[in-house]
């Protein structure tokens, strides 16, 4: 097995020679899939990663971790696991957090990862040290708390999307317990009291079940309505089910919606507001439990917020009840605090980059995982990370694939939503449609790997 390079005793970061290395930040899925694809193509890396192992989010005892014990993937392992890594059989349909967590860290020791990051390790800033090519400056923190700081031939970002909180102000003052789900952790915070939870997205909707099960009573706030999905159709995981045909999307549309229909009926029915928005402009709730729920009238849906008075909450409708804690899952912020925004050529709610991960000017600068989509699972990333490896080689090697990458991605380009007119979200900043998304990137690793395009 490969150790962490920190419990390998690695000699001090003054008596290496990074200049050559790139870094990469964060151990998590995405962190990983480039760990692997820069090995895979001999370009010299080291690691950093603020938990004590790996497993980004997934590892709930993780320092910056918003997990909570009950959670499970929502799409199925089979379209989410990296191809050439599978998960066990033994490993469920739909695994927890905990199975998870042993995946990544045997994915890790298989790819002979661990030995290039730095553990406990905290990165506070990167500064370019000049133009693209010129390399960066990044400084960490040590567990022990001494800073060290050294050159690099390039950044490499891959500290997840899912751990800034995105927490909403509100008119008034709750005199309960006001808290965001990211300190979320275990139910037993709902026992005996009377709860709240705004936002309806797939956490929100998990923690309401459970919710439901623990706390005294359950009401949901909801600003607008969503298309809910089951996690299985005709008994397979629904994400399994078609694309062997594709279809037009006002077809699919049709189709895809008469299934929903079959599965969920009318989520109006018991209360939740009708979206505004077609189905897959958004992403889709995968929980079919809050509606078993809400037709058991074991949960209410409320309205948006209009301001907090002591115990009450006063709803948009002039309804209002009383509770003892309110819960706000509200989504989470793209947060990079160790750059500058302007580096990262930040536009609206999230960095304008080719494909989700290419600077427009610099080449050893990209941003990896800061990329959404129904269905693009790990192996979706893994491809992102081969292509910005890819890419780094083809620059030095000269061949003419990655000149033309760089010439595209410098002439302006647009987000690969495949025409989809997306709902206008900071959550949907950075969505993608995926057929276009992964037709793109895996034709320019095509490319890449052969020297043209």
Not at 9 to 35: C, F, K, Q, T
Not at 204 to 229: E, L, N, Q, T, W
Not at 270 to 293: A, M, Q, R, T, W
Not at 388 to 411: P, S
Request: proline share 5%.
């Amino acid at each position: 097995m490969d150790m962490p390079l920190k419990k390998a005793g690695a000699d001090p970061a003054a008596a290496e020679d990074y200049s050559s290395r790139y870094a990469v930040i964060g151990a998590g899925p995405m962190g990983l899939a480039m760990a692997k694809t820069l090995t895979e193509q001999g370009i010299g890396f080291t690691g950093f990663e603020l938990n004590s192992d790996v497993g980004g989010l997934w590892d709930i005892d993780g320092p910056k971790s918003t997990m909570y014990e009950t959670a499970h993937l929502i799409s199925s392992k089979k379209m989410t696991e990296f191809a050439d890594f599978p998960m066990d059989a033994e490993v469920a349909e739909y695994p927890s957090h905990r199975e998870l967590k042993s995946y990544f860290r045997k994915f890790t020791e298989h790819f002979g990862i661990y030995r290039h990051f730095r553990f406990e390790t905290e990165v506070l800033s990167a500064v370019p040290l000049g133009k693209s090519g010129e390399g960066w400056r990044v400084t960490w923190r040590e567990a022990d708390g001494t800073e060290q700081s050294a050159e690099f031939a390039g950044l490499l970002i891959a500290n997840g999307t899912l751990s800034e909180p995105n927490m909403p102000e509100f008119k008034g003052s709750f005199s309960g317990d006001l808290m965001h789900s990211s300190a979320y952790r275990d139910p037993d915070v709902f026992r005996g009291k009377r709860v709240l939870i705004i936002g309806a997205g797939n956490s929100g909707c998990d923690i309401a079940v459970d919710a439901i099960h623990h706390g005294k009573a359950c009401d949901i706030s909801m600003r607008r309505g969503y298309y809910f999905v089951p996690k299985y159709v005709f008994g397979r995981p629904a994400d399994t089910m078609g694309g062997a045909i594709k279809l037009p999307m006002w077809l699919k549309r049709r189709v895809d919606g008469m299934i929903l229909k079959w599965f969920t009926g009318d989520p109006a029915k018991y209360g939740f507001p009708k979206p505004d928005y077609k189905l897959y402009e958004s992403h889709p709730v995968v929980n079919s439990l809050i509606l078993f729920h809400a037709g058991h009238g074991d949960i209410t849906v409320r309205p948006d917020i209009d301001r907090f008075e002591g115990h009450t909450v006063h709803f948009k409708d002039g309804s209002q009840a009383d509770y003892d804690l309110v819960l706000a899952a509200t989504g989470y912020k793209l947060h990079y605090p160790f750059i500058e925004k302007s580096l990262l050529n930040w536009q609206g709610d999230a960095p304008h980059l080719f494909l989700n991960c290419l600077h427009p000017e610099r080449d050893d600068l990209f941003l990896l995982g800061m990329v959404e989509a129904s269905g693009l699972g790990w192996q979706g990333r893994h491809e992102q990370a081969e292509m910005v490896a890819r890419y780094i080689t083809g620059l030095k090697k000269g061949i003419m694939a990655a000149k033309a990458l760089r010439e595209e991605k410098a002439a302006g380009f647009t987000r690969a939503t495949g025409g989809m007119n997306y709902i206008d979200l900071p959550r949907m900043a950075y969505y993608v449609d995926k057929a276009t998304y992964r037709n793109a990137v895996t034709s320019w690793i095509a490319a890449l790997k052969g020297g043209g395009k």
